[in-house]
């Protein structure tokens, strides 16, 4: 299988070479087959901030409601451990805007004389709209990968959330990344029970 891996590159890389087997999906397949392996999962330390701790602790439980395998606080006996970064920001987002319109104008005439006459026309006209909002924002991204005993990535995922209609950003992103293991877990078995 290594061997295929190696050639598939090596063509990839030969000029020449119009349709190149792609290797991706074999990687892929193997990386998800893993999954079905898994029997004890150890979530280490989030790195990020000090909010990646309360992340880490979301994180377990959902993975705990999911019930893909057993959570272990002893890492000793997990065969799996995940592992990654996680952040939670909140912060103000501002917008200011600024519109103005001004118009003048003037007119003049004099005459010095014994009898002096003058004229004088001014017009003005002006507006001027200022407009600025600040709005509280929560936002909450997380990183996390499953690395076996070899130190090999199996699965890995990326989510980010500004917060759902009824939970945290934290416990959104937390629901996103398990909802993408479950859905991971399927493809496995689906790939399991194919020739």
Same mark, same amino acid.
């Given at each position: ?73 002893? !890492? =000793? ?5 995940? %592992? +990654? $970064?996680?952040? /939670? ?69 990326? !989510? =980010? ?5 009824? %939970? +945290? $950003?934290?416990? /959104? ?23």
């Amino acid at each position: 299988m290594y061997w295929a891996t190696i050639v598939g590159l090596v063509l990839c890389a030969s000029p020449g070479v119009e349709n190149p087997p792609v290797m991706t999906p074999v990687v892929e397949d193997h990386g998800l087959r893993q999954l079905l392996t898994i029997q004890r999962v150890y979530v280490d330390r989030l790195t990020g901030g000090e909010t990646a701790a309360q992340m880490r602790d979301i994180l377990i439980s959902s993975l705990e409601g999911a019930k893909l395998f057993i959570l272990t606080e002893n !890492q =000793e006996r997990a065969d799996f451990v995940l %592992r +990654g $970064a996680a952040e /939670d920001l909140v912060f103000t987002d501002v917008h200011q805007s600024s519109d103005s319109i001004n118009a003048r104008f003037n007119a003049g005439t004099t005459k010095t004389t014994a009898s002096s006459r003058g004229q004088y026309a001014g017009l003005s006209l002006g507006e001027s709209e200022n407009d600025r909002s600040a709005e509280r924002r929560h936002e909450a991204i997380a990183a996390v990968r499953l690395v076996n005993k070899d130190g090999d990535v199996v699965w890995s995922t990326t !989510q =980010e959330s500004l917060g759902a209609k009824f %939970r +945290g $950003a934290s416990a /959104d992103v937390a629901e996103k990344i398990t909802a993408k293991l479950k859905e991971d877990f399927d493809r496995a078995k689906r790939l399991g029970n194919s020739p």
